[in-house]
C-alpha cells in the first residue's frame, strides 16, 4: 500500500517532467519556435509550470487577410530564433511559441480574442522564478512601437531568465545611401571650390549680406514681423514698424544706388570712347536721380511728415 502511495505521489512529477520534455523536444524540432495547437498550448500555458513562456497567436492563412499578422511574423521568428542560440540551461527556462488560428479556434475563443496578432507572456507558475506579486496571469504586448523586433526583443527580455541578445541588422542600403552621398558631395564640392575660393564671390555675399541686414533684416526677425500687412501692402506705416517684404524692397533700393555709383566711379571714366562715356555718365546718374526719388517717396510714405521729395 505505502509503495502503491508513493507512486501515486510521484505520478504528477513524471507527468510534468514529460511535459517539460516534450516542449523542448518541439523548440528544437521548430528552431527554437514551438507550433502549437489547442493541446500544446494548454501544455505549455500548465498551472504546474515552472517555465515561462512567449507566445503569439495570429492568422497567417491568406483566407484570413491579416495583414498585421504577415508584417509581424517575420519579427517573431527572428527573436525566437535568437533566442534559441542562448545556452540550454537559459533557453529552456523561457519557450517561444506559436499558436495559428486556424489550428486552434477553441483557445481563441477561450482567451475572448477577436484580432490578431497578440502576445502573450506567460510567467512561471511554479518554482524559483515565479513572480513575487504571485501574479500569474499572461501580460500583453503593447504594439504601440510597431513590428520591429528590437522593441519586441528588449519588451521580452523583462520575462526572460537573461536579456535576449538581439542586435538590429546592418542596414547596408542605408550606409550606400550615405556613402554615394558624401561621394556626391565631394564631388560637388571639388566642381564649385573654385567659386567658392574665389575672392570676388565672397565680395558679392558680404555685399548682399550688408545690404539685407542694413536694409532691416535683423529687426524684422527679432519682432516677428509678418511679410505683408493684412490688405496687401508691403510698407508699414511709421518708422517703428516694417514688414519683410519691405526689407527686399529697400535692399534692392540701397543695391540699385551702390551700383549706379559704383559704375560711375570704376567703368564709366574707362571707357575709349568720348560718346560712349558720355551716354553712360547719362544713364548712370538718371538712374541715381530716379532711384533716390524713389526712396524719398518711401520715407514719406513711411511718414506722411517727411519733407523731403525729387521728382515723385
Request: with cysteine; net charge positive; charged share 15%.
Amino acid at each position: 500500500m505505502r509503495l502503491l502511495v508513493s507512486l501515486l505521489a510521484l505520478l504528477p512529477l513524471c507527468l510534468a517532467n514529460s511535459e517539460y520534455q516534450q516542449l523542448k523536444n518541439l523548440a528544437a524540432a521548430g528552431n527554437g519556435l514551438i507550433k502549437l495547437d489547442a493541446t500544446s498550448f494548454d501544455i505549455l500555458t500548465s498551472p504546474k509550470r515552472t517555465w515561462s513562456a512567449s507566445i503569439q497567436l495570429t492568422a497567417l492563412d491568406k483566407r484570413r487577410k491579416c495583414n498585421p499578422c504577415q508584417q509581424f511574423d517575420p519579427s517573431w521568428n527572428t527573436v525566437a530564433k535568437v533566442w534559441s542560440k542562448v545556452s540550454a540551461e537559459h533557453r529552456d527556462n523561457h519557450f517561444f511559441a506559436s499558436l495559428d488560428f486556424d489550428d486552434g479556434p477553441t483557445v481563441f475563443q477561450k482567451l475572448g480574442l477577436a484580432s490578431a496578432p497578440v502576445v502573450f507572456v506567460y510567467p512561471p507558475a511554479e518554482g524559483p522564478r515565479k513572480p513575487a506579486n504571485g501574479k500569474l496571469s499572461p501580460s500583453k504586448y503593447d504594439f504601440s512601437n510597431g513590428f520591429e523586433p528590437g522593441p519586441l526583443a528588449e519588451h521580452l527580455s523583462k520575462h526572460t531568465p537573461i536579456p535576449i541578445p538581439y542586435q538590429e541588422p546592418i542596414d547596408w542600403a542605408r550606409w550606400a545611401t550615405f556613402a554615394i552621398g558624401i561621394l556626391g558631395f565631394a564631388i560637388t564640392l571639388r566642381m564649385i571650390s573654385p567659386v567658392f575660393l574665389n575672392r570676388w564671390s565672397w565680395a558679392l555675399g558680404t555685399v548682399l549680406v550688408s545690404l539685407v541686414m542694413t536694409s532691416g533684416y535683423m529687426f524684422t526677425q527679432i519682432r516677428s514681423s509678418p511679410y505683408s500687412g493684412a490688405d496687401g501692402n508691403w510698407i508699414a506705416a511709421g518708422y517703428q514698424n516694417q514688414f519683410g517684404q519691405e526689407v527686399h524692397v529697400v535692399a534692392f533700393i540701397y543695391g540699385l544706388l551702390a551700383l549706379s555709383f559704383l559704375m560711375l566711379i570704376m567703368i564709366v571714366p574707362y571707357q575709349s570712347s568720348p560718346q560712349r562715356q558720355r551716354l553712360q555718365v547719362y544713364l548712370w546718374t538718371g538712374v541715381i536721380m530716379i532711384i533716390y526719388s524713389v526712396l524719398l517717396s518711401l520715407f514719406r510714405v513711411k511718414n506722411r511728415g517727411y519733407p523731403f521729395k525729387l521728382f515723385l
